[in-house]
């Protein structure tokens, strides 16, 4: 397997993609690049040939139902050899490196040592980053990738000032070497749109109450209700990584697709990322069940005028199905209490949308409650309260 580094064409220093311009830069002489500049001025460093079989309408990989298992992208062509302005260099040999996912860093010459999902990375001893090719080509190529729109920098305050609202954090919450933990990550994800035909029977009931004399009246009126049609449902998204806490992964949704961009590597350089280990096939279930909840809401949305409405029968049959395979970006912290449990903050990488599990400081919660029973037992006294 490859290991890229993205070579500044200026220095050869290395380049890294910053989320508040959308371009890249060099670390070293300060050149800025984008994306179609540092295609221009080399070619060959852009993303992988792919097989032209997707939908013509959307531009999206057209799926039919497919024999368990199959990958979402088979066919795809494989990486390209060495391109000019990045360096490569093949995984150490042996056995070892293939247990143990060692790589050599293209800079330092260096083991880079990864688990089985890690797509990109830094070396540990000159800090380049580093994509590990083959790991985001072939059937693991992603359609689309959505870059990071918040640095590190607004990352952080964004997590400090969340923290700062929740009074019972824990102190080590906030010192220096937790905030530097904070990481960037590209998650896998499975989007998925359906066309879908449905059809819907329900019970509509109004009821009427009013009152003559001593008397109350009640009369109600039932009619039954039908409706019918076709159905688009659109990025039904699911989380396509094992090992991810699934909290962490869902929280951070939804995001806006429509500034997803097409898949180059160059965008994790700079950053972490994870290739999926989850098949459509492992999740084609929770997507279908999940499509007909939507789709049942769909429908009991053209329906108005009634008291009340209970369905009493709905099927949705699926006449097309689009799967893209998408990285997302992700800001996270993980933090281990002292409760022995793991703690996560994320924050949606394109909108900074929060979601956090953070621990919490009980001896804080104590003391507070013993200030507060002190200052309601002296205004008692001194109101007589307790005489």
């Known amino acids: ?21 959308q371009k890249y830069k060099c670390e070293y002489c300060t050149s800025v690049f984008s994306q179609e500049e540092l295609s221009q001025l080399l070619p060959e460093q852009g993303r992988p040939t792919q097989p032209n079989n997707r939908s013509p309408q959307d531009g999206r990989q057209e799926h039919r139902p497919s024999p368990a298992g199959s990958p979402g992208r088979q066919g795809a062509a494989p990486l390209s050899g060495n391109a000019a302005g990045r360096q490569e260099n093949p995984p150490s040999s ?6 143990g996912n060692v790589y050599q860093c293209p800079s330092c010459g260096a083991q880079i040592v990864t688990d089985d999902t890690t797509a990109a990375s830094f070396c540990y001893y000159c800090h380049n980053p580093v994509v590990l090719s083959g790991r985001v080509s072939g059937e693991y190529l992603p359609h689309k990738i959505i870059p990071f729109a918040i640095d590190k920098k607004e990352a952080t305050e964004k997590f400090l000032d969340y923290v700062h609202s929740k009074k019972f954090v824990p102190k080590a919450f906030f010192n ?11 998650f896998p994800y499975w989007m998925v749109d359906m066309d879908m035909d449905g059809s819907l029977q329900a019970e509509g009931r109004n009821v009427r109450v009013w009152r003559s004399g001593d008397t109350e009246y009640t009369e109600t009126k039932i009619y039954q209700v039908e409706r019918a049609g076709e159905l688009h449902l659109e990025d039904i998204t699911k989380n396509a990584l094992k090992k991810a ?7 951070v949704l939804p995001y806006d697709m429509a500034k997803a961009q097409e898949f180059h590597m160059g965008y994790l350089s700079g950053f972490l990322a994870e290739k999926r280990d989850m098949e459509q096939a492992e999740l084609a279930g929770e997507v279908k069940a999940e499509a007909k909840e939507y789709g049942e809401q769909l429908l009991k949305g053209t329906v108005h005028g009634y008291s009340s409405l209970s369905v ?5 049959g699926c006449r097309r199905e689009n799967w893209e395979y998408v990285l997302l970006p992700v800001w996270t912290v993980t933090y281990k209490g002292r409760d022995g449990n793991m703690y996560y903050y994320s924050m949606n ?3 900074g949308a929060v979601y956090g599990e953070l621990p919490i400081d009980y001896k804080k919660v104590w003391m507070l409650s013993g200030i507060i029973f002190l200052i309601v037992f002296l205004l008692g006294l001194a109101g007589g309260y307790f005489l």
Do not use: W
């Open 94 to 99: 042996g056995r070892a490196a293939e247990e």
């Open 312 to 316: 009493r029968d709905c099927r949705l």
């Open 245 to 251: 806490n699934c909290k962490l992964s869902s929280g």
């Open 176 to 186: 220096k070497s937790q905030i530097d933990k904070i990481s960037g990550v590209y």
């Open 349 to 351: 990488g394109q909108n």
């Open 1 to 21: 397997m490859a290991v890229v580094s993205f070579k500044c064409p200026n220095c050869d220093g290395e380049l890294v993609f910053h989320p508040k311009t």
